[in-house]
Structure formats: C-alpha cells, structure tokens
C-alpha cells in the first residue's frame, strides 16, 4: 500500500452540506494524499468490480484488470472455476502476465522462470537442489500467487475486494442489483455476453468525474449538442416537464437515471428512442424471453428498457454496454467500453447493438469525445483556489422517497436534478471519514 502523509484530512470540509444542497472543493480532485487515501479506503477495502464471466468462458481464458492498482488476473481453469489472482510473482515480485486477454493454463515469470498454473498455485521454480537452490524449508505450496481475499459474482458480473474482512457483497450491491437483473433479463437466455473486446479512453480528469457523469442528465443538451441534432435522428433534449424520467439515489453511492416509464409511455414511437439500438424490442428477442418469463413480464421489461445505473465506484451499465472505470493519477484516468451482446439473440441483432454503441461510445462516436473534452474542462478549472467549491443543490425542493420499478424507495426527483450526485458524495464523505 502507498504510504499516506500524516496530515488527517476531515472530508466533512471538503464535502459540505449547505442550507439547500451540497457543494464540493476543487481539492478533491487534485490533491494527491486524497488520491492515495481514496485508493486505500475505497478501492482497496472495499468492493469493486473486476469483469464479466464471459470474458473468461472457455478453460484456460484469461483477462488482466487493476483493482485500484493493484494489477489482477482473472483466469478460468480447467475445472471451469474462476479465479482473481494478484498478478505479482511470490519471488521478485515481477507481473507473471503481461497481455490484455488471451488463454493460457500457465503463467511464467519472465525474471526467474517461477511458473504457476492459471488456478494460482506454484508449479515449479527452476535451477532446485545444489548449495544455489532452495533447501527442504521451501514448500511450492506455500508461494503460490496471492488470490484476491473475496470474491463474488451476480449474474456473471464478477466483484472483488482486497480486504478480507468488511461489508458484505450483498450488502454492498444493494438496489443496484435489481438493475443488473433487469439488463440481463432482456436477452433471450437471461445473460449478456461481453466478448467483443473493449475499448480503452484516456481521461484528462480525475476518476469521480466519471461517476458524476454517468447519472447526470443536465449536461446532455449542452455538451452532447451534435448527437441531438445529428442528421436522421430527430431526438430532443429533456425537459423539466417530463415526469416520468427521474434519477435516483439508490444508497451506497449507487445512482441511475430512470427512463423505464418514459419508455413505456412512447408507445409506438419507442423504437425510435436510444432502447431501440439495444436490439431488446426485436420481435425475435421479446418472444424468446416471453418463453422464459411469460408474455406480460416480458412486454413489462422490453418496453421499460434497459438501465443506466452508476454502480460504485467503478462500474456503469446503460442501453448496450458496460464500462470500468480505472484511476491512474489525481488528473488522469481510464474508461473502458465493453459493448454487450444477447445471449440467444441472432447475428443481426447483436451486431446493430454493437454499431449503436460505436455510433455513441467509439473513438468517434457523438458521446464519449464530448465527455472527455468536459472531464479535462473541469479538472483544469478545479486547480483555481480563491473559490474552489463545485455547487450542487438542483431539485432538492422536489425531492422525495419514491419506490423505482421493482418496488425499491429510493431519494428520488426529476431528472434534471443533482438528486444523484449528492448520494455519490454524501456516500464518498462517508467512507473516506472512516479513515
């Protein structure tokens, strides 16, 4: 773990209540023991999400990810087991494996040749015996490599946690996971699949811009000006008389903007909304999962749409994708794209979820630059000091516990309101208090 300054920073300060909301300080997306502390306290301790099972479906299948930064291998054995393994050698400490994905039922340290097979444990250690090698103290099964302390996994999402004590997952993941279950229950099989590869963002800002972002409506008729008004796409920006779409706080920094009424209520014309591109309208999708859920559920979850939900503090899931999101340094950050298909659907359909999301998300794509661009605005602005405070105190007038679709009460007001980003904040102060 790095090792923190003495300085003990009360996040009260840094994150204040006020007579109609909340507001930030500039500081905390730019001083650097804020950084190390929120790796420690919240990256490290607590969960965060790793990948998806399908990433890792065959034996021997691997992919490497970071939890915080520490560097991870989540690999499937033989045996179909699934495995997140530090991805550190018990010898020199080297990475034993160095490529994004790929398969393998062994990995080598490229330093010394300690080799171990891809459920963790040691296999071998080279040049043994002899007055250079190791003695009759050293048991293989005592260096294996280090597994993550916990993990768990919903729906073939995969969390883990560095700490091998502290909230449970299922306490964790909360009302969050009614929405997980949602995105998964409109393919045809009940699973998405997340083997089209990912795409990799370099942000200019610091990581919680993302997680601000991804529940924030009020932003979209203004940054994301070119993909409203885009020839052949007749959308208009969201306005404060719509009702029926609204965010929520959904408790442990758990945020969604809720569209699944409005959807409802477009009627005819709800193919020709964002949900159509998710391919869960298809005829042919909607009938399969009538097969498995019955025709009045599966008419109830089609027509409502997929979720667009901030899972804390790294995961985000909307429409046809999931991302991760990756710190790196208080001013620097990574986003990865991993566009989903429908487990049962045809060819067709999961190819034009695929081109939907490259329209929005991929490196040219009408959303994700625009984003970008905002996350280097805001950390260059927040350097200034005179009056670093960030403000937001939107819709509290309307703000009221209301339940969500599957019955959950949650702190809720229009969508155009900060309703769900003082939840992220007042859950970040929290956590980071408990020092």
């Not at 929120?38 to 990256?43: C, H, K, N, Q, V």
């Not at 990912?198 to 942000?203: D, H, I």
């Not at 309307?398 to 229009?414: I, Y």
Request: aromatic share 10%; hydrophobic share 35%.
């Amino acid at each position: 773990m790095a090792t923190l300054s003495d300085t003990v920073i009360n996040y009260s300060d840094l994150v204040e209540e006020t007579g109609n909301g909340l507001r930030v300080s500039g500081r905390v997306y730019q001083d650097p023991q804020i950084f190390e502390e929120e790796l420690d306290r919240i990256f490290h301790r607590g969960w965060v999400f790793v990948g998806h099972e399908s990433e890792v479906a065959e034996p021997g299948e691997f992919i490497t990810r970071a939890i915080g930064n520490q560097p991870v291998i989540m690999s499937r054995d033989s045996d179909g087991q699934v495995h997140v393994l530090l991805n550190r050698c018990r010898h020199r400490s080297a990475t034993v494996c160095q490529q994004d994905r790929g398969s393998a039922f062994t990995f080598m340290c490229a330093y010394h040749g300690w080799t171990y097979g891809n459920d963790g444990h040691l296999i071998g250690t080279p040049f043994n015996g002899g007055r250079g090698g190791y003695d009759e103290c050293f048991k293989r099964e005592d260096y294996g490599l280090v597994r993550v302390p916990r993990v768990a996994s919903h729906r073939g999402f995969v969390f883990g946690s560095l700490s091998p004590v502290g909230q449970s997952f299922d306490d964790y993941l909360g009302q969050a996971k009614a929405y997980l279950d949602r995105f998964c229950d409109m393919a045809p099989e009940g699973e998405v699949l997340a083997r089209a590869g990912r795409q990799k963002t370099r942000v200019e800002g610091n990581w919680k811009l993302q997680v601000e972002n991804l529940t924030d409506q009020y932003h979209v008729s203004f940054t994301h000006q070119t993909a409203l008004r885009r020839p052949g796409r007749d959308a208009t920006a969201i306005t404060m008389d719509d009702p029926y779409q609204v965010q929520r706080d959904l408790g442990g920094g758990h945020t969604v903007i809720d569209r699944f009424q409005a959807n409802r209520n477009t009627g005819e014309n709800l193919n020709e909304r964002v949900t159509g591109a998710t391919g869960t309208l298809d005829p042919e999708v909607v009938s399969r999962v009538a097969e498995r859920m019955g025709e009045e559920a599966a008419e109830y979850v089609s027509t409502g749409g997929p979720p667009h939900i901030m899972i804390f503090p790294n995961l985000m899931v909307l429409w046809n994708a999931f991302r991760v999101l990756q710190p790196v340094r208080p001013n620097l950050s990574y986003i990865y794209y991993h566009p989903t298909f429908l487990k049962g659907a045809s060819d067709e359909v999961n190819t034009r979820r695929l081109r939907a999301h490259e329209n929005g998300f991929g490196p040219a794509g009408f959303i994700n630059p625009d984003d970008a661009d905002m996350f280097a605005r805001i950390q260059t602005g927040t350097k200034a000091s005179v009056d670093d405070w960030s403000l937001l105190t939107r819709g509290t007038a309307g703000e009221a516990t209301e339940p969500d679709d599957f019955g959950q009460p949650s702190l809720t007001t229009q969508v155009l309101g900060e309703t769900a980003q003082r939840g992220i904040w007042r859950h970040y102060r929290d956590v980071m208090n408990e020092g």
